[in-house]
């Protein structure tokens, strides 16, 4: 409560902060999003983080113009794209299951898609993060030596970083972005595979009602990240869902994060900010303290 203005993702984040005030503090709602607690006032507000969406999409657009990164398996491949760093919040060994779960249910699908998912290390001191990558690693060989041939390999998985401009021409050149993790506080990875859509021909975005880009992206194929069948059944649907749909969906998409992108994070907080200043309770307290 000491702090003029506390930002959230999500307004589910901020109505917890607020039971929470109001149940342990004995807090109070003053007018707006103003709260007062423990002698203190606060703002408590909503300021979703954004990407910068225009230059992101003009970026993916000259890269793309370069022509296609990844190798010609022929004509109807599909491709899957996940791109998040190897963390226990990330829900990768769920996110292989699903894939290998639709392989196994849709068998039409076979030799038509691949998941690419680069995983680029993080705090692999920590025993956890090694389980994850066995973990992963494991799944990948399992998927691989289960379903591959010698013309195709269902995962092709990355444990690297990857340069900005090679990653928005994955994202342009994938069928599905595939962003499942178990629980995230925004997940920005959602926001720039849209960007780097191409308008007349996007593709589909299946993402993790646990993330806090949910709560914006409506329009995406909102998943159960625990639920293996879930996530299959909607891969299945982002892969076969005709151009249309998929088209009405990713400009739903594109005008939100457009209008919410990061300029209007900065500007909204610092706004915010500045009103907080002017609060009347506030600089009431402040001429009290100065008595
Ligand atoms: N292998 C990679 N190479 C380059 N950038 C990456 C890679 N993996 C993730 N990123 C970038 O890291 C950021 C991840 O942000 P976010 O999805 O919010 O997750 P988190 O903050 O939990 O890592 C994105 O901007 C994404 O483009
Ligand atoms: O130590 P934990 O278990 O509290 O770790 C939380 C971590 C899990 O991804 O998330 C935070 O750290 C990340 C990397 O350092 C950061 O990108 C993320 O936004 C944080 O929430």
């Keep these: 409560m000491v702090y003029d203005v506390v930002g ?3 307004c589910s984040d901020r109505d917890n902060f607020r039971r929470y005030v109001a149940a342990s503090l004995d807090g109070e709602p003053l007018h707006g999003d103003r709260m007062a607690a423990q002698g203190e006032t606060t703002t408590a507000s909503v300021f979703p983080i954004g990407i910068d969406a225009t230059a992101f999409r ?15 398996l022929g004509e109807g491949m599909k491709t899957i794209i996940g ?15 699903a894939f290998e779960q639709l392989l196994e249910e849709f068998p039409e699908h076979r030799g038509k898609v691949r998941l690419v998912q680069i995983a680029p290390p993080t705090r692999e001191i920590l025993p956890v993060y090694q389980e994850i990558r066995e973990d992963v690693e494991r799944l990948v060989g399992r998927i691989n030596g289960r379903f591959g041939d010698l013309r195709w390999t269902p995962v092709t998985y990355i444990h690297h970083g990857v340069p900005q401009d090679i990653l928005t021409r994955l994202y342009r050149e994938a069928a599905v972005g595939l ?33 806090g880009a949910a709560e914006q ?56 900010f500045a009103e907080s200043d002017t609060d009347p309770v506030k600089l009431f307290s402040k001429k009290l303290g100065a008595a």
């Design 217 to 272: 992206l409506r329009e995406a194929l909102l998943i159960n990240p625990h639920d293996i069948n879930e996530m299959a059944r909607a891969l299945d649907r982002a892969l076969t869902m005709p151009r249309q749909e998929r088209w009405a969906r990713h400009n739903r998409l594109w005008q939100r994060i457009e209008t919410y992108d990061l300029a209007n994070w900065r500007d909204s907080f610092i706004q915010s």
């Design 83 to 97: 791109v998040d760093r190897l963390d226990y919040t990330k829900g990768l060994p769920e996110r292989l299951r």
């Design 8 to 10: 959230f993702q999500t």
């Design 58 to 72: 003009k970026l993916a657009e000259a890269e793309s113009s370069k022509g296609p990164i990844l190798p010609d």
């Design 179 to 211: 962003v499942t993790p178990l629980r995230d506080g925004m997940n920005l990875v959602a926001k720039e595979y849209i960007a780097a859509q191409a308008p007349q021909d996007p593709g589909v975005l299946v993402l993790s009602r646990f993330a």
